[in-house]
């Protein structure tokens, strides 16, 4: 197996790739190494894999949500085939889209290879941080003002499971993994014990950027995020045989036990999600 952003050696005889190197965060990294993670990583790994003596029979790809953007015009459900009701305006959604333009490609030259790409929505868990993590880890959780967005999450556990659903039953496509059921922000907040200090709505990337100043990590699509939400239809995977073991509002849960033990005993997380 390869997994991350390596590209497999032919020498090697790889017959499986997991590719989860993916950049999400557009405030982890440069936007031109962001482009050159995602964009050109993805290209040069699929490159290799389609060299006459690859071996390659699966293949996976962890992708994001993101692709479907946040705005007004925004169906409650997104599901695979939903096209964006806008232009994409994110750098970071402009290098997923371009990654999974290469997937299809990828899939479409070669048939005999399943390929999955998998859109994840928030994931949450014990041992993971993400900006939606880190902003619920802040004396006050920031929100904008006049929004209390749905959102949807998915347990770092259904995240493996899902991984490795894919894998075990050779499934090709593009699959949502987003547990069942959205949550108002102000909810998830009150879950994790937390109040809600509002953001202004307008001039969302001065905002963003000046919060990133002050060491609060706010990228511009959290924030766009928390303006307007997203749901993703997850019934494509389910009806493939995959089972969840949490909801979203599961997952909240299970966050905000872990996040209170991890307080008490002072046990840093182990493991930063990209």
């Known amino acids: ?19 989860t190197f993916l950049v999400v965060d557009s405030n982890q990294t440069s936007p031109s190494r962001m482009h050159d993670i995602n964009v050109i990583g993805t290209m040069n790994l699929f490159a290799a894999a389609s060299q006459p003596e690859s071996r390659v029979r699966n293949v996976v790809v962890k992708s994001s949500t993101l692709v479907y953007g946040s705005t007004h015009a925004d169906p409650v459900w997104f599901t695979e085939d939903t096209r964006r009701p806008a232009f994409p305006r994110l750098r970071v959604e402009r290098s997923l889209l371009e990654v999974e333009g290469y997937v299809r490609d990828y899939a479409a030259d070669n048939p005999h290879v399943a390929v999955s790409l998998l859109r994840f929505s928030n994931v949450l868990g014990e041992d993971i941080a993400t900006p ?56 998830v907040a009150a879950i994790c014990g937390k109040r809600l200090v509002p953001l202004p709505p307008v001039g969302r990337n001065i905002v963003a950027a000046a919060l990133s100043r002050l060491g609060v990590d706010m990228p511009v699509e959290l924030i766009e995020l928390l303006t307007y939400g997203r749901g993703a239809d997850n019934r494509r995977l389910q009806e493939a045989g995959f089972t969840y073991h949490h909801t979203s509002a599961g997952a909240v849960h299970a966050y905000a036990e872990s996040a209170n033990l991890r307080r008490a005993v002072g046990r840093p997380l182990a493991y930063r999600y990209q």
């Open 1 to 19: 197996v390869a997994s991350c952003g390596a590209s497999p050696r032919l020498t090697t005889q790889v017959d499986t790739i997991i590719h």
């Open 132 to 187: 939606i993590t880190r902003a619920l880890e802040l004396p006050l959780v920031p929100s904008v003002f006049g929004y209390d967005p749905r959102l949807q999450f998915v347990h770092e556990v259904d995240v493996v499971r899902a991984i490795m659903h894919v894998l075990d039953h050779d499934l090709g496509g593009i699959f949502n993994v987003a547990g069942d059921g959205l949550l108002p922000w102000s909810e």
